[in-house]
């Protein structure tokens, strides 16, 4: 690719004693939500008034409590919205709203006046300070780059005082472009910001670092945050917070590695909206920590209704692989993926039986599934969906889930190859239907009741366990007569009222419990047949095991002699109906 030599890398901070790498994060750190300002400003079609009470209260009801909502002097619209809030008192006691502004003295005073009549506000001011903002928009020195925060944070204290009595005020402070500003002429705007703010206890000051353009790598940035921390002066006073963008794809790294540095609260949006690429998003830091047994403090417990309401308020959708709440994230199609997760799920239920809990309290140890999907609200019907890319695991599994029938392995594999044959001639995806239905035809025999005819065959039962079992000590015997060798009888699963069953698993709809399935391996040959000629698979399901093993075996044998339809059957207890995947 031409042109790379027109850019150069970023000159990383000299920190050859950072302490960040060893540490580890032990709780959430305090997060702002500026979904209302940075989100919303970046939209083509910025948020009606509508849209941002559906987010205000979105963001209340998920547990933040510091959310900036808006820009005043930006907009008529983000004027009347912060009004709004504070006019219907709609803000709740514990959260504080936070407003933003530039550092223009008359801005300032606007901003100010905005917030008349709120009992606990913000108000953030930033201008940048990097050298190529000091030079390029400002036209100004250093010293004048500083006299703009100090002057603006002068001019809000003063306007503060005239129209805000009784408002407990916070105040933050932002060098935009902070990442791209030396370190030491970032701490000197700082300290000259607190020089005239006078943080003390119980009046503290945020000092909010952005990587307003992502430009580096994460670990740069923990430097230069580990270096402010060492530097801050009145550090007991002062919340560290970072405010990453995602330019490079990298914010949730960042964001991360600047909490290990010493960040102590994070602004971002949810599912990453924001300038640009994004700010850093909320749900992937918040979900990295709940993974990680720590809680974020913010609920996500339903997360396909987060998105959906932010999907709404944006018009803008997250992508079907944003981390933890994209439609495919839960899903795998792949084979190898899908014969470790049905393992996975399998353990889960010995397990569970064995402790004598419900499955939802095992310790999660799920292969390929970071997360359990019951966890955010979703559900497990949507982890495995089948294409050409699946085998018998995947197969298993959606026999198993949504159709109630435990396969034994041999005939795992058979459906399997001829799911395969089917997706691949279809070139997409086949439903959980499609595959009942590809089952049903093919080994599911259901004519009327009656005695097989034909070859004698050797065969080798399985009776669904989950099932009545009376009859099956008797199978061999009842069929011997009838040149059918049984040569064992297994049963596929343990019954429902066996510990096994979990209340999750039992609550899996099933055919009839008064319907026995018997799955049958069948071979030519009667008793002391050697079986040479092939194998073949018969499905019976009926009222007593005997019924359906006969079933079973006329559908193998029919099979056998090559008949490659069987008779029509009968349908397959209804699939499942589920609402949209995942
Ligand atoms: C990184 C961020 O997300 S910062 C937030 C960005 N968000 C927004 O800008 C949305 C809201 N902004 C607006 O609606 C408008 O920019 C307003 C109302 C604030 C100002 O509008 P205008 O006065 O027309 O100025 P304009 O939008 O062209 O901004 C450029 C001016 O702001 C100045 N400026 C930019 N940032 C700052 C700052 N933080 N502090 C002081 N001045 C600043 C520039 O130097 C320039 O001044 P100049 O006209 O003297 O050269
Ligand atoms: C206003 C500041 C904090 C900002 O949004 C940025 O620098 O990205
Ligand atoms: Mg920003």
New binding site residues.
Partial sequence: MQGAGRYTAFTPLDLPDRTWPGRRIHSAPRWLSTDLR?GN?SLPRPMSPERKLMMFDLLVNTGFKEIEVG?P???QDDHDFVRLLIERDLIPDDVRITV?T???EE?VRATVDCLRGASRAMIHI???TSPLFREL??GLDRAGCRD?AVRATQVMMDRAEHVLGGCDLSYQYSP?LFNETEPDFALEVCEAVMDVWQPEAGRGIILNFPT?VERSLPNVFADQIEWLDRHLSRREHVCLSVHPHNDRGTGVAAAELALLAGAERIEGCLFGNG?RAGNVCLVTLCMNLFVHGIDPGIDLSDINAVRRTVEECNQMPVHPRHPYAGDLVYTAFSGSHQDAIKKGFDERERLAARAGVPVGELPWRTPYLPVDPKDVGRTYEAVVRVNSQSGKGGVAYVMSAWHGLDLPRGLQADLAARVQAQADAEGGELSPSRIGELFRKEYVYHGAPGEPGGEPVTVTLWVDGACALEGQRDLRAALGPWGIDVRAVHRTAPPLDEPAMTPERAALPRRSPRDVVVYAECTTGGPGGTGTEGVAWGVGIGADAVAAAFSAVRAGSARLAGHTRLRPSRPLPEPRRLAAAG
């Fill in positions: 940075d400003q820009f002097v930006a907009s933003l530039q550092a223009r801005l930033y201008n940048a928009v400002f703009m935009e307003t300038e």
